[in-house]
């Protein structure tokens, strides 16, 4: 089974509005962190934004945010205010345990995002 | 933030030949890096875990003959792929862990290496 699913191979989205892009995850583990990251065609991964399985509240990182659904097993990424330098690919992450060697993390197979003007 | 390279950006070589990518942390001291292979409109897949003073532990289906790491200091894995073939061509991403915790985003990427095998 997938641990991390993106369903949206691409998205559109008009410049200044907001954009959601979702993920869902699949773990036993209780301890887990989630990543968003940015992947323009240049091929450097930027890390965006983080949320861990037990924090208390949604992640946010200026346009960013992160709508986590624990119970849903999921974990959305909002950005507000889309811009044209927000086109890029968008890959959910997931690093699951607390054990050594086990913090590599597993992306989901990503979302491309367009921004239009 | 903490600054992971990748050496070269780019590579072409012919088949058959052997190809070295160096990863380094560049402000801190890396007990673990991770390689990850990601082919043309694909995810990133990890291929092996690189831990300095030991041997790398390999993904299933990646061959560790092939694809020799060595994290000989704590600032620098390399990894080298061995008699290339074409069907290896792919852009190779390293990653640094910074601390031992893991409830937080300790994890940072090179920019990544872009191998083309004729």
């Known amino acids: 089974a997938q641990k991390i699913t993106q369903t949206q191979p691409g998205m559109f989205v008009q410049e200044k509005e907001a954009v959601t892009l979702d993920c869902t995850y699949d773990t036993s583990d209780p301890s887990y962190g989630l990543f968003w990251y940015k992947q323009p065609s240049s091929g450097e991964m930027i890390f965006l934004i983080y949320?861990?399985?037990?924090?208390?509240q949604n992640a946010t990182e200026g346009r960013y945010s992160l709508n986590f659904q624990k119970a849903r097993k999921s974990a959305n990424l909002v950005i507000s205010a889309s811009q044209l330098g927000d086109s890029a690919m968008y890959f959910c992450?997931?690093?699951?345990?607390?054990?050594?060697?086990?913090?590599?993390?597993?992306f989901g197979s990503g979302t491309r995002l367009q921004v239009q003007p | 933030g903490a600054v992971v390279s990748q050496h070269p950006s780019w590579v072409i070589c012919k088949s058959g030949t052997s190809v070295k990518i160096e990863c380094r942390s560049l402000?801190?001291?890396?007990?673990?890096m991770f390689w990850y292979r990601q082919f043309p409109k694909q995810s990133l897949m990890l291929m092996a875990t690189s831990n300095e003073g030991s041997k790398a532990t390999y993904e299933q289906g990646v061959e560790k003959d092939k694809f020799l790491i060595n994290h000989a200091s704590l600032t620098l894995s390399t990894l080298t792929v061995t008699s290339a073939h074409p069907e290896d061509s792919s852009f190779y991403i390293c990653?640094?862990?910074?601390?031992?915790?893991?409830?937080?985003?300790?994890?940072?990427f090179g920019p990544g290496t872009r191998l083309t095998v004729l």
């Open positions: 402000d801190f001291q890396a007990t673990t």
């Open positions: 990653s640094a862990e910074l601390g031992l915790t893991v409830y937080n985003n300790e994890q940072f």
């Open positions: 949320q861990g399985s037990y924090d208390q």
């Open positions: 992450a997931m690093r699951e345990g607390l054990e050594e060697g086990r913090r590599a993390l597993t």
